[in-house]
């Protein structure tokens, strides 16, 4: 059987999410999806057992012989070309520092050596798919940020991350830039929305989705999202403006209160003179499962090699 089909995989903090995906048009085939919770400081062992049971549930959905690889969209840090997980000093996967995961994986899996397992970072993933199928998909350059709980972002040129040259910032993202004396994805996240309630009322509030519902009867909760979107502009027009792109698609859990900070996001724009179109991403989390199933992709997969080992 033609092995028209890959695993696309998404790790998020707490949960892995898989399905099997058609690697010529694109098509999640819904019947695949796996999800399984996923305790992020458990022993190694625990964490890839959970993570191989979502996959074998996905994998045996999908017709026997059809599946090319799996690809995993996973954060960093990562070494992305090897499958090493190299995350430490944080509160979630510390366990899994040091393996080598295409290998655990597929023992888990008992899937012999040569079965493909690839890697890409998941900000990195997630403007893939929307590049591959999602609202950049008519565009050459493009910007595609996640806000959440981090600030996501990867700038992509005909399908590919871009991640170093004079158009993008080092490594092709911008969390790590400053910003008001910090690094960017101190503001903009959910700790920036956290700290700003706090700062402006003395009061603590679990996330962003409790602020938008006080927003309607609070003129503080407003001018806090307003000032997110002015600065998130301000922030984001001079790189847009560098690596011309034509489009910012804008995800992430934050993206679900764009009406209470969009307007102010685009006006500032406009006065940056930042004519990019902007668009919430409709895919959402789909995007980084399309974006993993894309490394099976043999014209991207050569293209993205050079970009790997910078993410």
């Known amino acids: 059987m033609k092995q028209n089909l890959a695993i696309g995989t998404d790790i998020g903090g707490s949960h892995i999410s898989c399905a099997a995906i058609d690697l010529a048009s694109g098509k999640i085939l819904r019947e695949t999806i796996s999800e399984k919770e996923v305790n992020n400081q458990a022993p190694a062992i625990e964490i890839i057992s959970t993570w191989a049971d979502a996959l074998r549930k996905c994998i045996n959905k999908a017709p026997e012989g059809s599946v090319k690889g799996i690809g995993f969209a996973i954060p960093g840090p990562f070494d992305y070309v090897k499958g090493i997980c190299l995350i430490k000093g944080v509160s979630k996967y510390e366990n899994l520092y040091g393996l080598n995961i295409g290998d655990a994986i597929r023992k888990s899996l008992n899937l012999p050596e040569s079965f493909l397992v690839r890697f890409m970072n998941d900000a990195s993933s997630f403007a893939v798919g929307e590049a591959w199928a999602g609202k950049a998909s008519k565009a050459v350059r493009s910007l595609s940020i996640t806000l959440g709980t981090g600030f996501g972002s990867a700038f ?12 993008v910032p080092r490594l092709g993202c911008v969390y790590h830039l400053p910003y008001n004396g910090e690094i960017a994805d101190e503001t903009f996240s959910t700790r920036g929305f956290i700290r700003s309630y706090k700062k402006a009322t003395g009061k603590d509030v679990s996330g962003v989705k409790e602020l938008s519902a006080m927003a309607a009867s609070d003129k503080t909760v407003m001018s806090i999202f307003y000032e997110f979107g002015d600065n998130l502009g301000a922030f984001l027009s001079p790189w847009l403006k560098r690596f011309v792109a034509e489009i910012l698609v804008v995800g992430g859990n934050i993206s ?8 102010s ?9 930042c004519d990019c179109k902007v668009e919430l991403s409709v895919l959402k989390e789909d995007a980084a499962l399309l974006g993993g199933a894309y490394l099976f992709n043999d014209d991207f997969w050569n293209a993205v090699q050079h970009a790997l080992p910078l993410m």
């Open 156 to 167: 992509i040129e005909n399908h590919i991350p871009v991640v170093d040259g004079p158009r």
């Open 256 to 263: 679900h209160a764009y009406n209470l900070f969009g307007d």
């Open 265 to 273: 996001f685009e006006k500032r724009l406009k006065k940056e003179k």
